[in-house]
Every structure is written in structure tokens, then in C-alpha cells.
């Protein structure tokens, strides 16, 4: 296991926010995370990286990655794991990168920061070769660019070449193509797809966006409120969803809902009750089509299929 | 191309026409280049029906939607509305009368709503501009425009910064009707909104559509959500017009080479296309 995360706790000034996430991930595995915005998605992402302000505390049985112990690990471990073996790109690259130095400052850094004691030279050769194998064509010419001088694709492809500079084991994609066109999209998700491929590294790919979990998740995980509702087999989870929420968040995809054009959606009442709002028993009770007595109790993940590792939050 | 040809132009009253639109911007610096933001674009927009645009950022979608509400004027083209008189050029209509008619609701529901208003002065805003209204008959004007779409007295009071941001976008579509426009332009209204909260707000759209017979422009980058919200479909690439058609004909079976590039685009399998090819391959944007 590349990352494997027990029970992990994140209280907020005291108040607990995300409870108990148990979850792991395989060498070369991509797993998705999908959650609307408030859910926890990113505060976890956070979490891994040893990035939570402060008064953000977790907690965990266990959170172990690339066979380092992060309940234990120093100021200098963290250095030496970030931008080391774990790596992570950002929503919005263009505010990613530092406005005021050219892509071949920031990118040697990167470099550097990965192999200590190589000599400038070498590294702008691996900046160059980096650029090349993120796509980016004039790639000399590109490395004295400034940021404002990209377009957000570029910009991307940029950030995505220092997160791989490090060659590392884990790379944690915190919705990484929200802020760019559909097509540009497209190419960003085929590009870490081939590195994935290439590197085998393991690829934790947080979006909202169903269909690009879909498109290039191998499992996926759903939170709502600071949980992981249900997580299974992506085809599987999508086709057959088995929590209510997971269901509803399937339904209220225009494309998805089976529905003729022009007919109202299928939509889930209320709205998503704030993460650090105490309820009794399941989350998600008070937005859902179908409870009785067992859901004042608070919910266990469950097997849902005897043969499948496929798990919902859900006793229905 | 003759108007029979337009987009939008059916059987039904034509509300809304543009034609052989232009729009270009000088780049910054002295001797700053013509840039063309919008090229001969023709168009027209039939009553109670619902008319995508669709493209990548800088095709001119939204220079299309701030020139049809004149907040820009113009480089070559019209634009005309139709008035109980006829068609009438919007650069000669006064403002008061151009609003009254059409509307529009912004990308971001948290930029678009001034944080330091309630929300009944935002909403009843835009009638100050035709009649002398009390404070009591503003708050009544804004609570039946809210009413209307989804809230209510609770939120009459309330600042921004205290709703949600489907609640914002709703107060956003109730300050849009109330000067009781036909035509309400939606510049990407989704996009800034969850999943399950976009689907609330397409049938609010929905709904209002059927109830008030409102026309719409609807600007989006969303393949899925034009499929199954729009009536006609409009593709736009650096500021040209690349294809139209009707919603089903356009997406199932594109005619051009950027319109299969969008849908093969499209992740997951929300929109399956007929032909099969192999998906955009990786080459550097820009």
C-alpha cells in the first residue's frame, strides 16, 4: 500500500469536522474522491500532506504513507515527503505558481528540491526534459516565460511538471482541471493518465465532477459531511449507486438521469448540513427520500455485495 | 446568409436578431493590436424557447451576451428587439426600455450581489428605475419576486454573505424578473454551483420558462446540461460562429470538426456520441 489511512479524525477549534476516514490506495491506482464543496475533500488532501492551519488538528489509528508514519514524522520528514515521494497539484494553477519568477526558476527548484547537489546546468536540462514529457512544445523558449504568459492549460501542464520532478509515489490532484475549458480538461486528465502509466504512481483525484471520476478513476470514494458514504468499484458505484446520497448525486446529472430533454431533475432536498454540525445517527437523514428508526443510530460502513469490496453507509 | 438560415429561426415569432455582429478590442500598449473578439456572428431568437452558446473561453460567448445587453457597444452589426411596435435597433433604444424587456444573470453569485445590501433592495432595485417606490412596497415587490423563485420571508432581510450559493443565484434570477423582462440571458449560471444544487436551479429555469414564457439565452460550457436544457444550440470558436442547429441534431450528430472535438471532450459517459474516435489526443494548448 502506497497510502493507507485508518479512523483519521480533523477536528476544527475543537469541533470534530471529518470522522473517521478509513481508506487506502494501491501502487499505480487511481482513486477519486467525489463530495460537493464543504464535504472535507480537501481538508483531508491537507491532512496527507501535513499542510492543516493551524487550529485544524487530525487525528488517526494510523496514516501511513510511501512506508513513512505520518503520526510521527518531524518537520524534516514532511520536508523530505513533500515534493519528495508525495506530490500534489492545485485547483487553480495560476494562482499555483509565484507570479514574479520565470517557469525555469520555479521549476529548477522543484528539481533541485528533488536531487540535492545536482549542478544548474543538469537541472535546466531536466527542466527541459520535464516540460517535453508534459507536453509543452517550445520548451526552451517556454522556460523563461512568466506565469501571466500561459494559459491555464499551460499553466497546469507547468505545475504537473514540478509535482513529477520528484518522480513520486503518491500524487494528490486536489480537482485539478476544474478552472480549465472542457477540451484542455481532456488533455490534462490523458496527461496524468500516461504519467500514472509510465511511473505507477499511485493518483488521488479529487473532483466534483462525476464524469471525470468516471473517465479515469479505478474506485471511488463518496463523502458527504465529513464521511465516506459509500466506496466501491467506480463502474460499479456509478452504475448501481447504493446510499441515497450517492444515488441522488448520480440522478442530478442532466446527462444521467435518463430523463426526456426538458424535464425536471431528480434533486435531493435541503442542503448539505455544515461539517461540524452535530446530528443524531446518519448525516444524512434529514435530506433523505427514505428513513425509519435504524437511522437514528449512527451508520456503519457496510459490505453491500458478498463478493465485492464495495462498502455504502447506508443499512438499506 | 439569408435570415430563413439563422440560428434560432423557425415558425415562432422571432424575439430577438443579430446580425453581422463584430466586436474588436485594442490590446494594450501604444500600438496595440486589433483583436477580434467577435466575427459576423448572426443570429436570431424565437419566443419561449432556449438558445445555447457554447465554446471554450475566448470564443466570445460572453462578448456576444454584454453586447446584446449594451454593455458594450458594438464594432460593426446590430442587434434588434422586438417592441410592441416592431424590431427595434438596441442602440437607439433608451436604457429604460431595453431592461424592461431583457435581463440578465451573472456567472458568479458571489460576485454578482453587493454585499452591503439586504436582499430585498437588491432584488427591487431595478424598479426604482421606472416608478417612485416606498420601502414597504419594495420589500412587497421583492418578497413576490423571491416567492417566485423558491424563497421567502426569511431571506427578504438577509445579507448576502448569509445564503447559500444556490440562494444567491436564486435572489440573482429573482432581481433578473423583476422588471418582467421576455428575454433573460444566463451567462453560465451553473458553473460556480454543486451538482445537486445546479440540478435545483435548472428547474427553477425550467419552471419559469413554462410559467412566464421566458426566452433564453443560455451560455455554458456544460455539453450535458445544454443536451437537456436547450432547444437550439450554438457553437462558438475564437469569436466565429462554427455551428448551429437544434440541440439533438447539433450533438448527435456534429457537422464540425470542433463541435466533435467539445463532445469527445465531454468525461465519463454523459453524452454518448455516435461515432467513436479516439479521444483529444495530448498536444500543448496555447
Known amino acids: ?41 480537501s481538508m483531508v488532501n491537507m491532512a496527507l500532506m501535513g499542510l492543516l492551519p493551524d487550529g485544524v488538528n487530525a487525528s488517526a489509528e494510523q496514516m501511513e504513507a510511501c512506508s513513512v508514519d505520518l503520526l510521527r514524522a518531524g518537520p524534516r520528514d514532511w520536508r523530505a515527503l513533500r515534493g519528495g515521494k508525495m506530490a500534489m497539484i492545485f485547483q487553480n494553477p495560476m494562482s499555483a505558481l509565484n507570479p514574479c519568477l520565470t517557469v525555469e526558476r520555479q521549476l529548477k527548484e522543484s528539481v533541485l528540491q528533488a536531487r540535492t547537489g545536482m549542478s544548474r546546468a543538469s537541472a535546466r536540462a531536466e527542466a527541459l526534459r520535464l516540460l517535453d514529457r508534459v507536453g509543452i512544445a517550445h520548451a526552451g523558449a517556454r522556460l523563461k516565460s512568466y506565469p501571466h504568459e500561459l494559459s491555464g492549460g499551460m499553466a497546469q501542464r507547468i505545475m504537473i511538471a514540478m509535482a513529477v520532478a520528484s518522480a513520486p509515489q503518491l ?66 458505484v456509478i452504475a448501481s449507486p447504493c446510499h441515497p446520497y450517492t444515488r441522488g448525486l448520480v440522478a442530478a446529472q442532466p446527462g444521467r438521469s435518463g430523463l426526456p430533454p426538458k424535464s425536471r431533475l431528480t434533486t435531493i432536498d ?22 425509519d428508526h435504524r437511522c437514528e443510530q449512527p451508520q456503519r460502513m457496510r459490505r453491500a455485495a458478498a463478493n465485492s469490496y464495495r462498502e455504502s453507509r447506508c443499512h438499506w | 446568409m439569408s435570415l430563413v438560415n439563422m440560428p434560432g429561426a423557425g415558425a415562432n415569432e422571432v424575439v430577438l436578431r443579430v446580425e453581422n455582429l463584430c466586436k474588436v478590442f485594442r490590446l494594450p500598449g501604444a500600438h496595440g493590436q486589433a483583436f477580434k473578439a467577435l466575427n459576423q456572428l448572426n443570429l436570431a431568437v424565437t419566443r419561449g424557447r432556449t438558445l445555447a452558446v457554447v465554446g471554450e473561453s475566448g470564443s ?7 453586447l446584446v445587453m449594451k454593455l458594450q457597444r458594438p ?156 432547444d437550439q444550440v450554438l457553437v462558438m470558436k475564437s469569436g466565429d460562429m462554427v455551428e448551429w442547429g437544434d440541440v439533438d441534431q447539433v450533438l448527435e450528430n456534429p457537422a464540425h470538426v470542433y463541435t466533435r472535438q467539445l463532445l469527445q471532450s465531454v468525461p465519463g459517459r454523459l453524452i454518448d456520441l455516435p461515432v467513436r474516435t479516439q479521444s483529444a489526443s495530448v498536444v500543448a494548448d496555447g
Not at chain 2, 466570445?60 to 454584454?66: D, E, I, N, V
Open chain 1, 1 to 41: 500500500m502506497i497510502l493507507s489511512v485508518k479512523n483519521l479524525s480533523i477536528e476544527i477549534d475543537g469541533k470534530p469536522a471529518v470522522r473517521g476516514l478509513t481508506f487506502y490506495v494501491a501502487a499505480g491506482e487511481v482513486l477519486g474522491v467525489v463530495g460537493e464543496s464543504g464535504c472535507g475533500k
Open chain 1, 171 to 236: 500524487m494528490i490532484a486536489d480537482e485539478p482541471t476544474t478552472a480549465l475549458d472542457v477540451t484542455v480538461q481532456a488533455q490534462i486528465l490523458q496527461l496524468l493518465e500516461e504519467i500514472r502509466r509510465d511511473t505507477g504512481m499511485a493518483l488521488i483525484l479529487v473532483s466534483h465532477d462525476i464524469g471525470v471520476i468516471e473517465q479515469c478513476a479505478h474506485r471511488v470514494q463518496v463523502m458527504y459531511s465529513g464521511q465516506i458514504v459509500e466506496s466501491g468499484d467506480v463502474g460499479e
Open chain 1, 270 to 291: 435541503g442542503s448539505v448540513i455544515p461539517i461540524t454540525e452535530e446530528v443524531e445517527g446518519c448525516r444524512f437523514r434529514l435530506r433523505c427520500s427514505r428513513t
Open chain 2, 60 to 66: 466570445g460567448k460572453s462578448t456576444m451576451a454584454q
Open chain 2, 75 to 230: 464594432s460593426a452589426g446590430r442587434v434588434s428587439l422586438r417592441l410592441d411596435s416592431g424590431m427595434r435597433d438596441i442602440a437607439d433604444l433608451p436604457a429604460r426600455e431595453l431592461y424592461r424587456k431583457i435581463q440578465m444573470v451573472f456567472q458568479d453569485p458571489y460576485a454578482s450581489l453587493n454585499p452591503r445590501q439586504r436582499i430585498w433592495r437588491i432584488v427591487s432595485a431595478p424598479l426604482c428605475n421606472y416608478e417612485r417606490l416606498s420601502r414597504d412596497e419594495r420589500q412587497q415587490h421583492a418578497l413576490h419576486y423571491l416567492q417566485q423563485v423558491g424563497l421567502g420571508e426569511a431571506q427578504l432581510h438577509a445579507f448576502p454573505h448569509m445564503l447559500s450559493g444556490g440562494q444567491r443565484q436564486r435572489v440573482n434570477i429573482a432581481r433578473a424578473l423583476a422588471t418582467k423582462p421576455e428575454i433573460l440571458i444566463l451567462d453560465e449560471p451553473l458553473s460556480a454551483l454543486d451538482v445537486s444544487v445546479q440540478a435545483q436551479i435548472i428547474n427553477l429555469l425550467l419552471d419559469l420558462q413554462r410559467d412566464l414564457g421566458l426566452t433564453y439565452i443560455f451560455i455554458s460550457h456544460d455539453l450535458a446540461v445544454v443536451r437537456h436544457f436547450a
